[in-house]
Protein backbone atom coordinates (compact mmCIF):
# COMPACT_ATOMS: atom_id res chain seq x y z
CA UNK A 1 0.00 0.00 0.00
CA UNK A 2 1.09 3.39 -0.98
CA UNK A 3 1.86 6.00 1.61
CA UNK A 4 -1.13 8.15 2.55
CA UNK A 5 -0.26 11.33 1.30
CA UNK A 6 -2.29 13.84 4.23
CA UNK A 7 -3.88 16.60 1.85
CA UNK A 8 -4.19 19.84 3.92
CA UNK A 9 -4.06 21.96 0.92
CA UNK A 10 -7.86 22.96 1.54
CA UNK A 11 -7.21 23.93 5.73
CA UNK A 12 -3.73 25.91 4.42
CA UNK A 13 -6.00 28.27 2.27
CA UNK A 14 -8.77 28.70 4.96
CA UNK A 15 -5.94 29.63 7.44
CA UNK A 16 -4.81 31.95 5.07
CA UNK A 17 -8.46 33.65 4.43
CA UNK A 18 -8.96 34.06 8.06
CA UNK A 19 -5.17 35.45 8.57
CA UNK A 20 -6.25 37.78 6.14
CA UNK A 21 -9.45 38.03 7.68
CA UNK A 22 -10.61 37.76 3.93
CA UNK A 23 -13.26 34.65 4.69
CA UNK A 24 -15.28 33.74 1.71
CA UNK A 25 -18.78 33.19 1.74
CA UNK A 26 -19.40 29.15 1.24
CA UNK A 27 -17.75 26.12 3.34
CA UNK A 28 -18.20 22.74 4.14
CA UNK A 29 -16.00 22.43 6.98
CA UNK A 30 -15.56 18.10 7.65
CA UNK A 31 -12.85 15.18 8.27
CA UNK A 32 -11.83 13.50 11.63
CA UNK A 33 -9.22 16.02 13.24
CA UNK A 34 -12.30 18.05 15.75
CA UNK A 35 -9.41 20.25 17.61
CA UNK A 36 -8.86 21.73 14.07
CA UNK A 37 -11.84 22.55 12.96
CA UNK A 38 -13.16 23.63 16.10
CA UNK A 39 -10.12 25.77 16.33
CA UNK A 40 -11.30 26.79 12.85
CA UNK A 41 -15.32 28.31 13.56
CA UNK A 42 -13.49 29.98 16.70
CA UNK A 43 -11.40 31.91 14.57
CA UNK A 44 -14.49 32.49 12.20
CA UNK A 45 -16.10 33.85 14.60
CA UNK A 46 -13.79 36.18 15.78
CA UNK A 47 -12.96 37.49 12.55
CA UNK A 48 -16.60 38.12 11.69
CA UNK A 49 -18.58 38.81 14.37
CA UNK A 50 -17.63 42.00 15.96
CA UNK A 51 -17.29 42.59 20.10
CA UNK A 52 -21.47 42.85 20.86
CA UNK A 53 -22.96 41.88 17.39
CA UNK A 54 -23.21 37.81 17.57
CA UNK A 55 -27.26 38.57 18.58
CA UNK A 56 -27.44 40.39 15.37
CA UNK A 57 -24.84 38.85 12.60
CA UNK A 58 -24.74 35.06 14.06
CA UNK A 59 -26.97 32.39 13.02
CA UNK A 60 -26.53 28.59 14.07
CA UNK A 61 -29.07 26.07 13.09
CA UNK A 62 -29.45 22.24 13.18
CA UNK A 63 -29.77 20.40 9.86
CA UNK A 64 -31.85 18.07 10.79
CA UNK A 65 -35.60 19.01 9.25
CA UNK A 66 -34.28 22.42 8.48
CA UNK A 67 -35.95 23.79 5.61
CA UNK A 68 -34.20 25.44 2.50
CA UNK A 69 -36.71 28.45 3.16
CA UNK A 70 -34.86 28.93 6.50
CA UNK A 71 -31.36 28.94 4.94
CA UNK A 72 -32.46 31.72 2.92
CA UNK A 73 -33.86 34.11 5.22
CA UNK A 74 -30.80 33.37 7.49
CA UNK A 75 -28.52 34.32 4.69
CA UNK A 76 -30.70 36.90 3.47
CA UNK A 77 -30.51 38.51 6.88
CA UNK A 78 -28.33 41.63 6.52
CA UNK A 79 -25.54 42.25 9.17
CA UNK A 80 -26.17 45.20 12.00
CA UNK A 81 -23.58 47.37 13.19
CA UNK A 82 -20.43 44.89 10.98
CA UNK A 83 -20.12 44.30 7.79
CA UNK A 84 -20.44 40.81 7.52
CA UNK A 85 -22.87 37.53 8.72
CA UNK A 86 -21.74 34.27 10.16
CA UNK A 87 -23.71 31.16 9.77
CA UNK A 88 -23.79 27.94 10.46
CA UNK A 89 -25.80 24.79 10.17
CA UNK A 90 -24.64 21.68 11.41
CA UNK A 91 -25.22 18.02 9.62
CA UNK A 92 -26.94 19.09 7.07
CA UNK A 93 -27.71 16.11 5.04
CA UNK A 94 -27.34 16.94 1.70
CA UNK A 95 -28.45 13.60 0.26
CA UNK A 96 -31.50 13.19 2.23
CA UNK A 97 -33.05 15.72 0.33
CA UNK A 98 -35.76 15.42 -2.24
CA UNK A 99 -34.15 16.84 -5.60
CA UNK A 100 -36.44 19.68 -5.66
CA UNK A 101 -35.36 20.67 -2.49
CA UNK A 102 -31.61 20.31 -3.94
CA UNK A 103 -32.80 22.44 -6.58
CA UNK A 104 -33.96 25.35 -4.64
CA UNK A 105 -30.86 25.25 -2.21
CA UNK A 106 -28.59 25.27 -5.54
CA UNK A 107 -30.52 28.94 -6.33
CA UNK A 108 -29.89 29.88 -2.78
CA UNK A 109 -25.93 29.21 -2.92
CA UNK A 110 -25.74 30.38 -6.19
CA UNK A 111 -26.98 34.04 -4.90
CA UNK A 112 -25.46 34.36 -1.46
CA UNK A 113 -24.55 37.74 -0.74
CA UNK A 114 -21.34 39.11 -0.24
CA UNK A 115 -21.75 39.96 3.37
CA UNK A 116 -22.59 36.50 4.56
CA UNK A 117 -20.39 33.57 5.36
CA UNK A 118 -22.13 30.43 4.82
CA UNK A 119 -20.93 26.96 6.94
CA UNK A 120 -22.00 23.93 6.81
CA UNK A 121 -20.35 21.74 9.72
CA UNK A 122 -20.18 18.24 10.00
CA UNK A 123 -19.74 16.78 13.33
CA UNK A 124 -22.08 13.76 14.17
CA UNK A 125 -22.52 12.13 10.29
CA UNK A 126 -20.56 11.99 7.49
CA UNK A 127 -20.40 14.92 4.57
CA UNK A 128 -21.52 12.85 1.44
CA UNK A 129 -23.14 14.54 -2.07
CA UNK A 130 -23.61 11.64 -4.39
CA UNK A 131 -21.83 12.84 -7.80
CA UNK A 132 -24.24 10.28 -10.13
CA UNK A 133 -26.76 13.17 -9.60
CA UNK A 134 -26.84 16.37 -11.90
CA UNK A 135 -27.68 18.60 -9.19
CA UNK A 136 -25.13 17.37 -6.51
CA UNK A 137 -22.45 17.85 -9.27
CA UNK A 138 -23.19 21.44 -9.50
CA UNK A 139 -23.29 21.67 -5.78
CA UNK A 140 -19.76 20.50 -5.56
CA UNK A 141 -18.31 22.90 -7.65
CA UNK A 142 -20.21 25.69 -5.66
CA UNK A 143 -18.89 24.32 -1.61
CA UNK A 144 -15.60 25.01 -0.75
CA UNK A 145 -15.07 21.57 1.34
CA UNK A 146 -12.46 22.25 3.99
CA UNK A 147 -11.17 18.32 5.59
CA UNK A 148 -9.11 18.85 8.69
CA UNK A 149 -7.05 15.81 8.56
CA UNK A 150 -4.89 13.71 10.88
CA UNK A 151 -1.74 16.13 11.04
CA UNK A 152 1.54 14.95 9.76
CA UNK A 153 3.62 13.75 12.06
CA UNK A 154 6.21 16.02 12.02
CA UNK A 155 3.89 18.85 12.58
CA UNK A 156 2.20 16.79 15.03
CA UNK A 157 5.57 16.89 16.82
CA UNK A 158 6.30 20.20 16.80
CA UNK A 159 2.94 21.09 18.30
CA UNK A 160 2.74 18.76 21.13
CA UNK A 161 6.47 19.94 22.03
CA UNK A 162 5.11 23.62 21.67
CA UNK A 163 1.76 23.15 24.37
CA UNK A 164 4.33 21.26 26.61
CA UNK A 165 6.38 24.19 26.46
CA UNK A 166 3.33 26.72 27.10
CA UNK A 167 3.30 24.55 30.12
CA UNK A 168 6.61 24.83 31.49
CA UNK A 169 8.13 21.41 30.67
CA UNK A 170 9.86 19.94 27.76
CA UNK A 171 10.41 16.84 25.90
CA UNK A 172 12.47 15.26 23.12
CA UNK A 173 11.00 14.97 19.81
CA UNK A 174 11.27 10.63 20.37
CA UNK A 175 8.76 10.81 23.31
CA UNK A 176 6.15 13.74 21.44
CA UNK A 177 5.98 10.57 18.79
CA UNK A 178 5.81 8.03 21.05
CA UNK A 179 2.55 10.20 22.84
CA UNK A 180 1.04 10.62 19.42
CA UNK A 181 1.52 7.20 19.15
CA UNK A 182 -0.39 5.86 22.02
CA UNK A 183 -3.16 8.52 21.59
CA UNK A 184 -3.71 7.68 17.64
CA UNK A 185 -2.05 10.54 16.32
CA UNK A 186 -5.23 12.90 16.99
CA UNK A 187 -4.68 16.51 18.38
CA UNK A 188 -8.59 16.10 19.78
CA UNK A 189 -7.50 13.35 21.76
CA UNK A 190 -3.90 14.54 22.56
CA UNK A 191 -5.07 17.78 24.26
CA UNK A 192 -6.35 16.20 27.67
CA UNK A 193 -3.51 13.81 27.78
CA UNK A 194 -0.44 16.25 27.12
CA UNK A 195 -2.70 18.14 30.19
CA UNK A 196 -2.20 15.03 32.28
CA UNK A 197 1.37 14.54 31.45
CA UNK A 198 2.30 18.36 32.22
CA UNK A 199 0.17 18.44 35.49
CA UNK A 200 2.05 14.78 36.95
CA UNK A 201 5.66 14.86 35.24
CA UNK A 202 8.14 15.03 38.38
CA UNK A 203 10.84 16.47 36.33
CA UNK A 204 11.39 19.53 33.87
CA UNK A 205 11.57 17.16 30.73
CA UNK A 206 8.45 15.07 30.11
CA UNK A 207 9.45 11.14 30.14
CA UNK A 208 8.52 8.24 28.38
CA UNK A 209 8.03 6.56 31.73
CA UNK A 210 5.52 9.43 32.69
CA UNK A 211 3.87 8.96 29.99
CA UNK A 212 3.32 5.41 30.03
CA UNK A 213 1.72 6.20 33.84
CA UNK A 214 -0.72 8.31 33.20
CA UNK A 215 -1.82 8.32 29.62
CA UNK A 216 -4.58 6.02 27.86
CA UNK A 217 -3.63 4.33 24.97
CA UNK A 218 -5.98 3.78 21.99
CA UNK A 219 -7.76 0.15 21.08
CA UNK A 220 -5.26 -0.01 17.75
CA UNK A 221 -1.77 0.59 20.14
CA UNK A 222 -2.84 -1.92 22.21
CA UNK A 223 -3.06 -4.16 19.29
CA UNK A 224 0.34 -3.18 18.07
CA UNK A 225 1.80 -4.11 21.46
CA UNK A 226 0.31 -7.54 20.55
CA UNK A 227 1.81 -8.11 17.25
CA UNK A 228 5.40 -6.69 18.82
CA UNK A 229 5.21 -8.90 21.74
CA UNK A 230 4.53 -11.53 18.94
CA UNK A 231 6.94 -11.26 16.21
CA UNK A 232 9.65 -11.17 18.96
CA UNK A 233 8.77 -14.38 20.45
CA UNK A 234 7.25 -13.12 23.58
CA UNK A 235 4.23 -15.35 23.66
CA UNK A 236 3.32 -14.50 27.23
CA UNK A 237 3.12 -10.38 26.57
CA UNK A 238 1.13 -11.14 23.32
CA UNK A 239 -1.61 -13.14 25.62
CA UNK A 240 -1.17 -10.37 28.19
CA UNK A 241 -2.20 -7.78 25.54
CA UNK A 242 -4.86 -9.90 23.65
CA UNK A 243 -6.42 -10.20 27.17
CA UNK A 244 -6.62 -6.12 27.64
CA UNK A 245 -8.28 -6.12 24.35
CA UNK A 246 -10.71 -8.22 25.25
CA UNK A 247 -11.31 -6.64 28.74
CA UNK A 248 -11.88 -3.03 26.76
CA UNK A 249 -14.30 -4.91 24.50
CA UNK A 250 -12.61 -4.56 21.37
CA UNK A 251 -14.35 -6.54 18.63
CA UNK A 252 -12.49 -9.53 17.19
CA UNK A 253 -12.73 -8.27 13.76
CA UNK A 254 -10.45 -5.19 14.61
CA UNK A 255 -7.92 -6.87 16.28
CA UNK A 256 -7.50 -9.40 13.47
CA UNK A 257 -7.60 -6.44 11.19
CA UNK A 258 -4.66 -4.77 12.84
CA UNK A 259 -2.26 -7.83 13.47
CA UNK A 260 -2.61 -9.30 9.98
CA UNK A 261 -1.59 -5.66 9.07
CA UNK A 262 0.95 -5.54 11.19
CA UNK A 263 2.19 -9.29 10.20
CA UNK A 264 1.71 -7.52 6.11
CA UNK A 265 4.58 -5.18 7.54
CA UNK A 266 6.97 -7.39 8.68
CA UNK A 267 6.55 -9.45 5.84
CA UNK A 268 7.27 -6.08 3.53
CA UNK A 269 10.04 -5.71 6.00
CA UNK A 270 11.31 -8.52 5.07
CA UNK A 271 11.25 -8.00 1.28
CA UNK A 272 13.11 -4.93 2.01
CA UNK A 273 15.99 -6.57 3.60
CA UNK A 274 16.37 -9.36 1.19
CA UNK A 275 16.50 -6.49 -1.80
CA UNK A 276 18.71 -4.33 0.10
CA UNK A 277 16.48 -1.88 0.86
CA UNK A 278 15.68 -0.26 4.20
CA UNK A 279 13.40 1.78 6.51
CA UNK A 280 12.50 4.73 4.01
CA UNK A 281 11.12 1.83 1.21
CA UNK A 282 9.06 -0.01 4.04
CA UNK A 283 7.76 3.49 4.94
CA UNK A 284 6.80 4.30 1.42
CA UNK A 285 5.20 0.77 0.74
CA UNK A 286 3.14 0.43 3.47
CA UNK A 287 2.36 4.08 4.90
CA UNK A 288 3.47 3.53 8.79
CA UNK A 289 2.69 6.52 10.03
CA UNK A 290 5.53 6.72 13.12
CA UNK A 291 8.90 6.01 12.28
CA UNK A 292 9.67 3.67 15.30
CA UNK A 293 7.33 0.77 14.15
CA UNK A 294 9.15 0.93 11.14
CA UNK A 295 12.10 0.92 12.97
CA UNK A 296 11.12 -2.32 14.66
CA UNK A 297 9.20 -4.12 11.90
CA UNK A 298 13.27 -3.83 9.89
CA UNK A 299 14.69 -5.38 13.10
CA UNK A 300 12.01 -7.89 13.43
CA UNK A 301 12.74 -9.13 10.11
CA UNK A 302 15.67 -9.82 10.03
CA UNK A 303 15.06 -12.39 13.22
CA UNK A 304 12.22 -14.13 10.79
CA UNK A 305 12.29 -15.82 8.12
CA UNK A 306 10.21 -15.18 4.68
CA UNK A 307 8.86 -18.66 5.52
CA UNK A 308 7.35 -17.96 8.69
CA UNK A 309 6.22 -14.14 7.37
CA UNK A 310 4.56 -16.08 4.64
CA UNK A 311 3.30 -19.43 7.19
CA UNK A 312 1.92 -16.05 9.49
CA UNK A 313 -0.12 -14.32 6.77
CA UNK A 314 -1.67 -17.65 5.45
CA UNK A 315 -2.96 -18.30 9.38
CA UNK A 316 -4.29 -14.81 9.74
CA UNK A 317 -6.55 -14.99 6.14
CA UNK A 318 -7.57 -18.46 7.74
CA UNK A 319 -8.40 -17.33 10.99
CA UNK A 320 -9.47 -14.34 9.50
CA UNK A 321 -12.13 -16.18 6.95
CA UNK A 322 -13.35 -18.18 10.29
CA UNK A 323 -14.29 -15.12 11.99
CA UNK A 324 -16.61 -14.11 9.17
CA UNK A 325 -18.12 -17.48 7.96
CA UNK A 326 -18.17 -19.80 10.95
CA UNK A 327 -19.85 -18.76 13.81
CA UNK A 328 -17.37 -19.31 16.17
CA UNK A 329 -16.50 -17.76 18.63
CA UNK A 330 -14.03 -14.72 18.12
CA UNK A 331 -12.02 -14.41 21.60
CA UNK A 332 -11.64 -18.41 20.75
CA UNK A 333 -10.02 -17.79 17.38
CA UNK A 334 -8.00 -15.11 17.78
CA UNK A 335 -6.21 -17.41 20.70
CA UNK A 336 -5.79 -20.25 18.33
CA UNK A 337 -4.27 -17.78 15.99
CA UNK A 338 -1.83 -17.08 19.32
CA UNK A 339 -1.33 -20.26 19.98
CA UNK A 340 -0.70 -21.11 15.86
CA UNK A 341 2.02 -18.26 15.35
CA UNK A 342 4.27 -18.96 18.75
CA UNK A 343 5.09 -22.40 17.59
Not at 60 to 75: C, F, M, P, S, T
Not at 211 to 221: C, G, N, S, Y
Not at 232 to 248: H, V
Request: glycine share 4%; net charge neutral; hydrophobic share 45%.
Amino acid sequence: MASKVVDNASYKALCAEIAAKTPGNLYVFTGEERYLLEHSVRQLRAVLLEAGTDDFNYRRYEGKGLEVADIAQAVDAVPLFAPRTLVEIYDYAFDEHSEEEKKQLLEVLMQLPDYVCLVFIFDTVEFKLDGRSKLNQELKKLLKVVRFELQEQSELVKWIRKRLRAAGKAISPADAEYLSFLTGGSMTALVPEIEKVAACSASQTVTREEIDAVVTPVPETEAYKLSDALIRGNTAGAAQMMSELFQMRVAPHKIMFWVARDLRWLTAARLCADNGKGTDELVRLCGIRYRFQADNMMRAARRRSMDWCRQALLSCCETAYRLNSSGMDGETLLKGLLISLSV
